[in-house]
Every structure is written in structure tokens, then in C-alpha cells.
């Protein structure tokens, strides 16, 4: 009996050991729930006000929640609602059938196209639809299928699973320089990357070669439900888990036992992307080998975008944004100063880097014109912006996504390009530029 006594007495105190601890998480839990998403900034990263957004893809890696909604708290203190639609678009309602006697541009990009740091009606994707609209006899819509984090290859992917369902005329795919690159060396210290998974790449006989990749475990064999469910919904997963969380980052600073963490999130090799505005960095041994090896894999996916664009009897544009360093004096003044101090990693090679801040863009420009795909470059544009004493086009800190007004300028030159060129032709229609 007494023996039957202490072990009822040991089960009564794991039990409320159990519950007082359950108890705790969910007190925590809800405090967290009411903490305003911008004070939650202290704790988690800015991106965390966007995880609400985004869901599991293992077609794409991540992608964006139908009818999710947020505020965004932006750079100049703005608090911008979004609303995803019922197909998982920052846009209008589209189905997926498209209206008798209507022209669609279905736009491919990243954070940039998908431009949450700005209302809805800034952002150039709607503003391109307004002003076409204007221009055409046919109805435009413009499909605007940016997903944050998104590179190249989530880019061909979107149009494959998703984009083209939408029977676009034109496929407008919407590169920047700034991150594109880095984003095919895809790591799962990579933001969105971190919280869902993504796919690494590689050629293997000039062929594309992706393997699926996830900060903790690789989906779907060890991920359960419970844990995408958290990941999706808990404010305190974010803190302690999301690998962003500054608390996160603490424990496993001083005591890395305490919270899961990949070699690869050890890395820090930021900086390496500098080397794309070298003059010829596509063939200069003196750089490291890794920007050629990317430079093939963006070659390699962006000869089969064009080849599947074209295979569903449509036609592909595309539309290249610079960094914001390459066209403003201060803010490149400033990426000299970081470098030189240390504050980006910018590995010695031994040679003296000959920069030229247009390269990146130049390159594809010339690498997409071979295959007469047309291109706007938007880097003469927005230099000409500057040296004419424009104000800002980006967003100040690290993100410097394109403001209300560096959203403007984009569709205001993109609308003309269109029309001018008499790229958006209805059948029988002739061009008067």
C-alpha cells in the first residue's frame, strides 16, 4: 500500500509539474498575443510582423497564405494592412480563368514585385496595370505573382505550379541584382528559407539538380503537423525558435546546447556578392569560383524559363532593378565605408577589385537580348533619378526595398517602355508610339 501511495503521490506531482508548465507556455503564449507586432521587433526581427503571410510549399518552398493578413510596420513608420487574396496573390481578386477579351501580364520577382513596405495602389505592379489600361483598347489585368525571398528558381517554379494557370499573354519576370545571385546559393540561414525549408541547387552535366533542405529536419519525413502548425502560429516559436529571433540568437551564443542550431546558420560569408559588379566576373579566375558556378546556374534556369514560356505560346520580358548603392553616391559611400570597416565581410584575393557598379545588370541585359528577349533596365532611370536631385527611391537599413515613390518611377517607366516599344500589340492592333 505504501508503495502504491508514493507512486500515486509521484504521478499527482508530474501531473501538476506537467500542467504548471503547459500553463506557463500558454501564459506566454497570450502575453506575447498582445504585445503590438512592433514592439515584438525588440525580440524578433522586423520579417516576423510577415510570417503570418507565408505557408509551407513543398513546391516552392514557402508561399503565400490565401486570405492571410498582417500590418506591416515599414522603414518611414507607415503601417500598411495586407490582405493576400483567395489564391495567394499581394493583389486584387484574379481567377484563375481569364475574362474574354482581356490582355494579362503575369509579373515573376521577389520582395520588390510583391512590394509590402507600400500600399497596395503604390506599388508598380498595379500602378503598370492603371497606366495600361489607359494605353490598350483590351481590358489589362496584371498579375503580380512577387513572393518575398523568392530567387530565380522559386521564381521558374511559381510560374510552373501557379502563374501559368493564370493564361498570362506575357510573362514579365522582374530580377534584382541585390539578392538574386545570393538567393541560388540558397542556405537555410536564408529568412523565409529558415522558418519553412527551400530547394539547394546544383548542375550536374548542365542539367538542374534540386534536393529539398530545411533549417531543422528535412520535410516531410520528420517535420510533424504540430510543429508546422506552431510554426505558423505561435508568436512563441518565433521568439525561441525562429533561427532570427535575437533570444534565440542570445542562448545560442552563450550556451548552444540550449536551442537547435545547422552548421550552415554559422556561416558568415556575407559580402561575396560584391564581386558581381568586377568587370567580366563571369570569367575572371581571380574571383572566387562560386560566382561562376552561380552565374551557370542562373544561365541554366533562365534558358528554360524562356524555353517554357515560350513552349505555352507566350512571350517573356524582363525587367531588371538595381541595388540601391549602384545608383545613389551616399548609399555606395556608405557600403565603401562598411566594407573597409569590417562591418561586411569582403574576403582578401590579392587583386584590386576593378568595380563597375552597372556589371550585374549589363550582363543579363546581354545574356537576354541574345535570345531577342526584350529588357528594361532600370538603372539608367534611377541613376538619372539621383543626379538629377531626386529624393530617396529606397527604404533606409539593410531591406532597402523601393519606397512609394522608387515604386512610382518603376511602373511610370515600365508602362512607357511597354507602350513605346509597342511590346503589349493586340492582334490587328498597330503601334502608334
Given at each position: 500500500?505504501?508503495?502504491?501511495?508514493?507512486?500515486?503521490?509521484?504521478?499527482?506531482?508530474?501531473?501538476?509539474?506537467?500542467?504548471?508548465?503547459?500553463?506557463?507556455?500558454?501564459?506566454?503564449?497570450?502575453?506575447l498575443?498582445?504585445?503590438?507586432?512592433?514592439?515584438?521587433?525588440?525580440?524578433?526581427?522586423?520579417?516576423?510582423?510577415?510570417?503570418?503571410?507565408?505557408r509551407?510549399?513543398?513546391?516552392?518552398?514557402?508561399?503565400?497564405?490565401?486570405?492571410?493578413?498582417?500590418?506591416?510596420?515599414?522603414?518611414?513608420?507607415?503601417?500598411?494592412?495586407?490582405?493576400?487574396?483567395?489564391?495567394?496573390?499581394?493583389?486584387?481578386?484574379?481567377?484563375?480563368?481569364?475574362?474574354?477579351?482581356?490582355?494579362?501580364?503575369?509579373?515573376l520577382?521577389?520582395?520588390?514585385?510583391?512590394?509590402?513596405?507600400?500600399?497596395?495602389?503604390?506599388?508598380?505592379?498595379?500602378?503598370?496595370?492603371?497606366?495600361?489600361?489607359?494605353?490598350?483598347?483590351?481590358?489589362?489585368?496584371?498579375?503580380?505573382?512577387g513572393?518575398s525571398g523568392?530567387?530565380?528558381?522559386?521564381?521558374?517554379?511559381?510560374?510552373?505550379?501557379?502563374?501559368?494557370?493564370?493564361?498570362?499573354?506575357?510573362?514579365?519576370?522582374?530580377?534584382?541584382?541585390?539578392?538574386?545571385?545570393?538567393?541560388?546559393?540558397?542556405?537555410?540561414?536564408?529568412r523565409?528559407?529558415?522558418?519553412?525549408?527551400?530547394?539547394?541547387?546544383?548542375?550536374?552535366?548542365?542539367?538542374?539538380?534540386?534536393?529539398?533542405?530545411?533549417?531543422?529536419?528535412?520535410?516531410?519525413?520528420?517535420?510533424?503537423s504540430?510543429?508546422?502548425?506552431?510554426?505558423?502560429h505561435?508568436?512563441?516559436?518565433?521568439?525561441?525558435?525562429?533561427?532570427?529571433?535575437?533570444?534565440?540568437?542570445?542562448?545560442?551564443?552563450?550556451?548552444?546546447?540550449?536551442?537547435?542550431?545547422?552548421?550552415?546558420?554559422?556561416?558568415?560569408?556575407?559580402?561575396?556578392?560584391?564581386?558581381?559588379?568586377?568587370?567580366?566576373?563571369?570569367?575572371?579566375?581571380?574571383?572566387?569560383?562560386?560566382?561562376?558556378?552561380?552565374?551557370?546556374?542562373?544561365?541554366?534556369?533562365?534558358?528554360?524559363?524562356?524555353?517554357?514560356?515560350?513552349?505555352?505560346?507566350?512571350?517573356?520580358m524582363?525587367?531588371?532593378?538595381?541595388?540601391?548603392?549602384?545608383?545613389?553616391?551616399?548609399?555606395?559611400?556608405?557600403?565603401?565605408?562598411?566594407?573597409?570597416?569590417?562591418?561586411?565581410?569582403?574576403?582578401?584575393?590579392?587583386?584590386?577589385?576593378?568595380?563597375?557598379?552597372?556589371?550585374?545588370?549589363?550582363?543579363?541585359?546581354?545574356?537576354?537580348?541574345?535570345?531577342?528577349?526584350?529588357?528594361?533596365?532600370?538603372?539608367?532611370?534611377?541613376?538619372?533619378?539621383?543626379l538629377?536631385?531626386?529624393?530617396?527611391?529606397?527604404?533606409?537599413?539593410?531591406?532597402?526595398?523601393?519606397?512609394?515613390?522608387?515604386?512610382?518611377?518603376?511602373?511610370?517607366?515600365?508602362?512607357?517602355?511597354?507602350?513605346?516599344?509597342?511590346?503589349?500589340?493586340?492582334?490587328?492592333?498597330?503601334n502608334?508610339?
Amino acid at each position: 500500500m505504501r508503495n502504491g501511495r508514493v507512486s500515486s503521490g509521484c504521478l499527482v506531482k508530474v501531473v501538476v509539474v506537467v500542467l504548471g508548465v503547459l500553463g506557463g507556455v500558454l501564459l506566454l503564449e497570450a502575453g506575447l498575443r498582445l504585445v503590438p507586432a512592433s514592439m515584438l521587433d525588440a525580440l524578433v526581427e522586423r520579417t516576423s510582423q510577415r510570417l503570418a503571410l507565408y505557408r509551407l510549399d513543398p513546391r516552392l518552398g514557402w508561399s503565400l497564405q490565401p486570405d492571410g493578413t498582417t500590418v506591416i510596420t515599414t522603414k518611414d513608420s507607415r503601417a500598411i494592412p495586407i490582405q493576400i487574396n483567395s489564391l495567394g496573390l499581394r493583389d486584387t481578386e484574379h481567377s484563375y480563368e481569364k475574362p474574354p477579351g482581356t490582355y494579362r501580364l503575369l509579373m515573376l520577382g521577389d520582395s520588390f514585385t510583391e512590394a509590402l513596405d507600400v500600399y497596395l495602389k503604390e506599388s508598380f505592379p498595379y500602378r503598370v496595370e492603371q497606366c495600361l489600361n489607359g494605353k490598350l483598347s483590351a481590358p489589362v489585368e496584371v498579375i503580380n505573382g512577387g513572393v518575398s525571398g523568392y530567387g530565380p528558381w522559386e521564381e521558374y517554379l511559381f510560374y510552373q505550379n501557379e502563374g501559368a494557370k493564370y493564361n498570362p499573354d506575357v510573362v514579365v519576370w522582374v530580377i534584382y541584382v541585390g539578392n538574386d545571385f545570393v538567393n541560388l546559393r540558397r542556405t537555410t540561414d536564408s529568412r523565409l528559407a529558415a522558418g519553412f525549408g527551400a530547394y539547394r541547387l546544383e548542375l550536374q552535366d548542365d542539367k538542374i539538380v534540386s534536393s529539398w533542405m530545411s533549417w531543422d529536419e528535412p520535410y516531410p519525413q520528420n517535420v510533424n503537423s504540430l510543429e508546422l502548425f506552431l510554426r505558423q502560429h505561435s508568436r512563441l516559436w518565433r521568439v525561441l525558435f525562429y533561427p532570427e529571433s535575437k533570444i534565440r540568437q542570445m542562448l545560442v551564443g552563450t550556451r548552444k546546447n540550449i536551442l537547435p542550431i545547422s552548421p550552415v546558420l554559422e556561416e558568415n560569408d556575407a559580402g561575396w556578392d560584391i564581386y558581381l559588379h568586377t568587370r567580366n566576373f563571369t570569367n575572371n579566375d581571380a574571383l572566387p569560383f562560386e560566382l561562376k558556378q552561380v552565374w551557370q546556374l542562373f544561365e541554366a534556369i533562365a534558358v528554360e524559363m524562356h524555353r517554357t514560356v515560350q513552349a505555352d505560346g507566350r512571350r517573356l520580358m524582363v525587367v531588371i532593378i538595381p541595388a540601391d548603392y549602384q545608383v545613389s553616391n551616399e548609399k555606395r559611400m556608405d557600403l565603401v565605408r562598411q566594407i573597409d570597416s569590417g562591418e561586411i565581410a569582403f574576403p582578401d584575393i590579392g587583386v584590386l577589385v576593378d568595380w563597375v557598379y552597372d556589371e550585374p545588370n549589363a550582363t543579363i541585359a546581354r545574356f537576354f537580348e541574345a535570345r531577342q528577349v526584350p529588357v528594361l533596365d532600370m538603372f539608367p532611370h534611377f541613376q538619372r533619378h539621383y543626379l538629377d536631385g531626386g529624393g530617396p527611391l529606397y527604404f533606409e537599413g539593410l531591406e532597402s526595398h523601393l519606397n512609394k515613390d522608387g515604386q512610382r518611377l518603376m511602373g511610370d517607366v515600365m508602362c512607357e517602355w511597354l507602350g513605346r516599344n509597342g511590346l503589349l500589340l493586340l492582334p490587328g492592333e498597330v503601334n502608334n508610339p
